[in-house]
């Protein structure tokens, strides 16, 4: 292993889910298994992943040193840290947010912010804004932390809850408002209705692009749809529940004559939707 990657703060070697004790981790649920969709002829792509980071664009110093702090401090406190998103998919979104001159932002699951501060670090005026729902108060609490380090509380808006009773909230508070990029990334079984409540009520600005991500959960969605022979009995079965309801959402969307969807397969399984335009 390269001394760049053993020194990466991407990857860990206290949570390693690989039979072998050199293999480190990094924070994403596509390092899991052998089968994950990062992982062509039994390959990961750790150092794709890495490197593809390193390459991209950094965020600014101070941004860079507190999402780097918070994704360490995660790992440290968390058993789940995995579900932040990859340093290169938070700067996606943070690019996403620059290139569709995003002004509002709703997030379906902050974690400890990670993709919250990715996306809220591109906000460039002082009244856009960012609203993201979380239902543990743990997670949340180390958010706050950094986005108070950021001096983002302005910005940010962290609502505590069910999602769908905080979906509910907001439109009650705020019954005209609609968002320029809606990230779900919570529950899977939440995802049709999360989505569902998003354009049932116009919470999707005309311009504005919804991002779910995990929709090819674990490598494992297209084997839930038949896609490939090789057996998925191999993966736990709370892994074929949530890969089912990934497919699931997949199905809604594609059959939502109102959007058009573009399922992605990079990282976890990316999907860009936007309402139809002719
Ligand atoms: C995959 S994590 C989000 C990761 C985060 N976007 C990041 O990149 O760091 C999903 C989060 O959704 C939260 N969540 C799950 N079900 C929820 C619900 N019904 N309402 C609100 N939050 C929920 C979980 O507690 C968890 O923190």
Redo the contacts with the bound molecule.
């Keep these: 292993m390269n001394k760049l990657l053993r020194n990466s703060k991407l990857l860990s070697p206290r949570r390693s889910l690989f039979p072998f004790p050199f293999i480190v981790t990094r924070c994403h649920s596509t390092d899991l298994l052998e089968n994950s969709i990062s992982n062509k002829d039994n390959r990961l792509r750790l150092y794709e992943e890495k490197y593809s980071a390193d390459m991209s664009t950094p965020f600014s110093p101070s941004v860079k040193a507190a999402m780097d702090d918070l994704a360490k401090q ?1 790992r440290e406190q968390f058993g ?1 840290a995995h ?3 990859p340093e290169t ?2 700067k996606m979104l943070h690019q996403l947010v620059q290139l569709f001159s995003v002004s509002r932002i709703l ?10 501060l ?1 996306m809220a670090s591109a906000l460039n005026d002082k009244n856009n804004k960012l609203i993201s ?4 108060p743990k ?2 609490a180390l958010a706050k932390e950094y986005i108070k380090r950021l001096g983002f509380e302005d910005r940010v808006d962290l609502r505590l ?6 979906l509910s909230t907001l439109v009650e508070e705020m019954p005209q408002k609609q968002y320029d990029l809606i ?1 779900i ?3 899977k079984k ?1 995802y049709v209705p999360y989505y569902d409540f998003v354009m049932d009520n116009k919470l999707l600005s005309d311009r504005g692009i919804i991002i779910a ?2 929709v090819l959960f674990f490598g494992q969605v297209h084997r839930i749809a038949g896609y490939e022979e090789k057996s998925i009995d191999e993966v736990s079965k709370n892994i074929r529940k949530k890969a089912k309801y990934a497919h699931e959402f997949n199905q809604h969307v594609l059959n939502d004559t109102r959007v058009q969807v573009m399922v992605l397969p990079l990282f976890d399984g990316v999907s860009i939707i936007t309402k139809k335009r002719v």
């Design positions: 995660t789940n579900m932040m998103i998919q938070g997030e379906i699951g902050t974690f400890t912010g990670f993709s919250t990715a729902l979380e239902r543990d997670p949340q809850g069910s999602a769908m009773e905080s990230f990334d919570a529950d939440g991500d995990n």
